[in-house]
């Protein structure tokens, strides 16, 4: 409760305070307990400023306050009590042509600042003048300064700038962003595609959304306008933009997206021309590599969503559909990785849709086409580098393709001297690629883990029947359980699909194949030895590399081992 005098003391008190200030705040003053006494004093001011009612603070005194507040802002020892004290000021709306200058400070400190907390109070001032005073046409001044900072060459300013755009559009009335809506969205789809760093293109991403969830859809549609027309632009980077907005407006709007997708499946399927991705053309290689990936990810989203499929598959546009697939199977081979997982995985999305439909799609009747993209789905697979994603991705699609295959009532006629299209010689191709992979890069072993995937997919589709693959699948399933160099996780799979493929076979029937595979196995051991004998009579040169780059093998494991255990004895022990 305040005191009956207060009211009558308080101009007194404060000017007071003021004295105090002027007296202490001189350079030089401010130390020892003299620094105590300014920042009491800074705190006497901020309450009388934003807590007393009936006190208001004179322009002269309005003055000395944003003189000090500007002063204390370099000084990093005292910036929190100038930002207490800059945002009780902004709460009473004072007003002054030095305040103004005082916020452009402000704004430069918001994105300039090293330190991350004094960038926050920076733009939580700077909101809060946003906010609070009745800037009317004068706020497209301060919103041009944030949107002109994202060319700001360090990243924590950038990023400063797009958090600063996203409060606004967020704490606006709906009325304000819509009003400004084209000139934030804009650069802000821009710099998805611009900036260098990760997180800012993230932070633009997620700024447009916040900006399409405060707009009304009239305001939608216009702004959809602008990525229809950078859709039909010339210039590559153009049309990222476009797709990568178009992939924002697919996830805040989901089935209502479907309505924008009669206007653009036509125009996607010309996009997707394979003519147009040649990749024997150096000039703009990765534009063009990153733009046809760009392209692919947002065919995925859109065919993800059953409203949008359901256009993409609708009988009226049933030869771009056609078209499409066409084009979209010319990339499963394209020499940047990032386009290939994106293609098999809008083929995983189309063999799931076959399969849970009654639609006959003509690409999957053709002994041809099945041919053809069974044989490049495992040439992915043989590629070196191909990624555990990628690798599990091209497996589904096989086993898919697999079943197709085994059910296919007409034998393919072939040339001469070609084997013809089976389910045997699908088993038998991808086995290649697991005995290839324990050759050339026995350290590794995502496709061999892949392929015993495949194995046990096709195993458990064909039941009984998968005593006529036995020869096939066994022999690299038993390389691996008895092999002590490989790890722990590959041998527990093998040993996993072997007790899959002997409940689903009679047991003398697996006994005989499984003794088999172990001979075949033992064989080749056997032969191995005999030819390192053999070379080492006729090449003892190149047998004395081999066994000093075995012995370097050893030497080295053996160091990592000791390093390991010293590494483990460091580490505290923890109580249980």
């Given amino acids: 409760m305040a005191l009956p005098s207060t009211k009558q ?24 307990e003299n620094q105590e006494l300014i920042v009491l004093a800074f705190k006497t001011v901020t309450v009388l400023v934003r807590d007393v009612t009936s006190y208001r603070i004179n322009a002269d005194q309005l003055k000395v306050l944003l003189h ?34 005082t916020i452009r400070r402000v704004q430069k400190l918001a994105i300039q600042a090293e330190s991350e907390h004094v960038r926050l109070h920076a733009r939580q001032c700077c909101l809060q003048y946003l906010i609070t005073y009745p ?6 001044k301060q919103m041009d300064f944030f949107i002109g900072q994202l060319t700001y060459e360090q990243e924590n300013g950038r990023e400063s700038a797009l958090e600063m755009i996203a409060t606004c559009i967020q704490s606006f009335p709906q009325q304000t962003v819509e009003e400004y809506s084209t000139m934030l969205f804009i650069p802000l789809a821009a710099q998805i595609i611009n ?26 549609d216009e702004l959809f306008s602008l990525v229809l027309a950078w859709l039909q632009e010339n210039e590559i980077p153009v049309r990222r933009v476009a797709l990568l907005a178009a992939g924002i407006y697919v996830e805040i709007e989901a089935d209502a997206f479907v309505k924008r997708m009669r206007q653009l499946f036509e125009l996607l399927v010309a996009r997707l021309d394979p003519s147009q991705f040649d990749p024997e ?41 056609q078209t499409m697939w066409n084009s979209i199977r010319q990339f499963l081979l394209y020499p940047h990785m990032w386009v290939r997982l994106a293609a098999a995985q809008l083929f995983g999305w189309f063999f799931a849709q076959s399969k849970n439909s009654n639609r006959e799609d003509t690409m999957l009747t053709s002994h041809k086409m099945l041919r053809e993209l069974t044989s490049k789905f ?19 699609n096989l086993v898919y393709l697999a079943q197709r295959i085994h059910r296919l009532q007409v034998e393919e006629e072939v040339e001469e001297g070609k084997k013809p299209l089976s389910l ?68 527990i799979l093998a040993a996993e699909v072997c007790e899959i493929l002997k409940g689903l076979t009679d047991p003398p029937v697996f006994a005989q194949a499984l003794v088999q595979a172990q001979a075949k196995w033992g064989m080749h051991k056997l032969e191995r030895k005999r030819k390192l004998a053999i070379e080492a009579v006729d090449n003892p040169q190149k047998a004395a590399l081999r066994k000093i780059r075995r012995q370097e093998l050893k030497k080295n494991a053996k160091k990592r081992k000791i390093k390991e255990r010293i590494e483990g004895a460091k580490k505290p022990k923890v109580l249980p």
């Avoid at 800037?135 to 497209?140: C, D, S, T, V």
């Avoid at 053309?281 to 859109?302: A, I, P």
């Avoid at 191909?386 to 497996?395: F, R």
């Fill in 68 to 101: 000090w507040v500007e002063q204390d802002l370099e000084d990093r020892h005292r910036q929190a009590s100038a930002f207490t004290l800059l945002r009780a000021m902004l709460s009473k709306r004072v007003a002054g042509a030095e305040l103004e200058e």
């Fill in 9 to 32: 003391l308080i101009p007194q008190l404060a000017a007071k305070v003021f004295v105090l200030l002027s007296n202490y705040t001189s350079a030089g003053a401010a130390k020892g």
């Fill in 281 to 321: 053309k150096e000039t703009g290689q990765q534009l063009r590599d990153h733009y046809l990936y760009n392209l692919l990810t947002f065919l995925l989203k859109v065919a993800t969503n059953e409203a949008c499929a359901e256009v993409m598959m609708a009988d009226e546009v049933a030869d771009q559909w």
């Fill in 378 to 396: 495992v040439e992915q697979l043989r590629t070196p580098d191909a990624s555990e994603v990628l690798t599990n991705q091209i497996i589904k």
């Fill in 424 to 491: 045997l010689w699908l088993v038998q191709r991808v086995r290649k690629e697991a005995n290839a992979e324990a050759a050339l890069n026995p350290t590794l072993s995502v496709k061999r883990s892949a392929v015993f995937k495949f194995f046990a997919a096709v195993a458990t589709d064909l039941q009984r029947q998968v005593a006529d693959y036995l020869e096939v699948m066994l022999p690299p399933i038993c390389r691996e359980m008895y092999n002590q160099a490989v790890d722990e996780e590959l041998r």
């Fill in 135 to 140: 800037l009317g046409k004068r706020i497209k």
């Fill in 195 to 220: 900036d260098d760093a990760e997180k800012c293109r993230k932070l633009a991403a997620l700024a447009v959304k916040a900006l399409l969830n405060k707009v009304e859809m009239a305001g939608r």
